[in-house]
């Protein structure tokens, strides 16, 4: 049974903490009551540490993205459009694991806490690892471009977890160009530019196969209905790689 079978069985109990866990409370709670089944901390087998960083990891991202799309003071229906196609397409995720995943969007939009101190949360259980922490901003990039345009509000909010994450503005430039429709798009991809050596783009393509391959990946406490995105960003880089190896005739 994977992580959210176990939790909407009641099967095990769980413990987050913080304001991510009340968030997780208050969606799984409804989740069960809807269902007219009872959840019960006491006596159950509680979250493993991986379980938990995984519980913590998918959280934070329907929370963070429902401070996203609320951040000008409207939610439009392109943006409601853009967290469920990311849940259905680039998640892959079952119905009964997107019903959670919007508990846990609308019970962040109507929480109190800020984008901030999810941000803040999802850091302090990640930050030894890079990688997660760059999903974590790619996927608020993604969403809220999908409207065609980040509007400042929005990039207000990206720049908040950018500087949470100590992403330098470099970074973020290039996190920010992986959506341009344009040759520095792949450039962006490989965390480089257009003016670097050959030999420096194929040492940047062999790190981040190194960081991203989907094993490493695995191995990092990712949830398993985020491992299809990961996979996903996986191919961009070799497709990034591939497309500028052929514009400049790299051998």
Do not use: W
């Amino acid at each position: 049974m994977g992580l959210f079978g176990k939790i909407v069985g009641g099967t095990i109990g769980f413990a987050l903490g913080g304001p991510l866990g009340a968030i997780a409370g208050a969606a799984l709670g409804h989740a069960l009551d809807s269902d007219q089944q009872h959840y019960h901390v006491g006596g159950q087998p509680r979250l493993s540490t991986g379980e938990e960083a995984q519980l913590t990891y998918f959280v934070a991202a329907f929370s963070m993205l429902a401070k996203l799309v609320k951040a000008d003071g409207r939610i439009l229906k392109a943006e409601i459009d853009a967290v469920e196609n990311f849940m259905a397409h680039d998640l892959s995720l079952d119905p009964e694991s997107r019903r959670i995943a919007r508990n846990i969007f609308n019970a962040a939009l109507e929480s109190q806490e800020s984008f901030h101190n999810f941000a803040a949360q999802f850091y302090n259980q990640f930050q030894t690892q890079y990688q997660m922490l760059d999903l974590m901003i790619d996927i608020l990039v993604r969403v809220s471009v999908a409207d065609g345009t980040i509007s400042a509000s929005e990039e207000k909010l990206i720049l908040t977890a950018v500087r949470i994450f100590n992403f330098s503005d470099e970074k973020y430039r290039q996190l920010k160009s992986r959506y341009v429709k344009d040759l520095d798009k792949y450039y962006a991809i490989l965390e480089c530019n257009p003016n670097d050596s050959n030999e420096h783009i194929k040492k940047q393509f062999r790190k981040l196969v190194s960081d991203y391959h989907p094993d490493k990946i695995a191995s990092k406490g990712l949830p398993d209905e985020f491992t299809k995105f990961a996979s996903d960003k996986f191919r961009e880089i070799k497709e990034a790689y591939e497309v500028i190896k052929k514009e400049r005739r790299i051998t």
